[in-house]
Every structure is written in structure tokens, then in C-alpha cells.
């Protein structure tokens, strides 16, 4: 998951505009240091998700990594988004979701992740395009390497 900034920005900036999201980022997994660090954002108010490490024992990502799955979450409180993930905090996020980005051998790479400043959940088929979009990242991954 070593794409340019200028991909990320325009990847993620595109799928902002179509989920309907007021915030976008890619976080890459690294398995051996088992760490979550954010790398390229869209919708941000600022920089500071460039400064996040998470564990995958640790809030809404780390729910992603350990159940391999999407989740979604709505906090309402800045208590609720301290408990929930500093992204969600850092950025004000109430509704946020995550879905992992996976190698052909289902190995966790990182995490692609759409968040909204108001409470209105993502539908179905929002978080359909969300998984679809990571599968591509998946596949420009692969093909990249």
C-alpha cells in the first residue's frame, strides 16, 4: 500500500463525493509491528489522522482487523468518539464506517474508511460501494507490488 499522495487524494476524494461523506482515508496494516497508521485522508479539517497509530485491540479499526469485516459506528458525544477511534475524534466524526483492504489471500493490508459530521447512517448499498472500493484498492495493491 504504497501508492503516490496524489493517487490516494484523487481515489479518495472520488469516493467521497459518491458515498455522500464529509471525511475519506486509507490506513495501511503492518502485521509485524501490528499497527494501524493513517495515510492519505479526503474531507479532512486537518492533519492530525496523519499522526494516528492504532493497535488492532484498539477502537473501531481494530474491530475491522480482528472480525475481518465492515463496521459502523454513530457517537454522538466526543466521550463516545474518544472510545469509539481517534480518527473519529480527530475529525469530528458522528457516523463513521471501515471495511479492511485484503490481499488475494485474505491477509489484512489496511482499511478504507468514509465518516460523516452529522448522524445520518450509511445505507446498504453505501456500504456496499465502501467494500468495493477496497476490494479494487485490494487489487491495485497486488497489481502494484
Known sequence: ?????????????????????????VASYD??????????????TNEKFRHIVNRPSQGMTGEVIRIARTVQKI??????????????LAERLIVAAATPISTAN????????????????????ELTMLENAAKCLSINTETAS
Open 31 to 44: 502485521t509485524s509491528a501490528r499497527q494501524i497508521r493513517w495515510i492519505a485522508a479526503s474531507g479532512n
Open 75 to 88: 457517537c454522538t458525544t466526543d466521550e463516545q468518539r474518544r472510545n469509539s477511534d481517534s480518527i473519529m
Open 1 to 25: 500500500m504504497n501508492a503516490g499522495d496524489a493517487d490516494w487524494e484523487v481515489y479518495l476524494s472520488e469516493l467521497l463525493k459518491l458515498s455522500g461523506s464529509d471525511f475519506c482515508s
Open 106 to 125: 485474505n491477509e489484512i493490508v489496511g482499511i478504507l474508511l468514509i465518516g460523516r459530521r452529522t448522524d445520518r447512517l450509511y445505507t446498504a448499498t
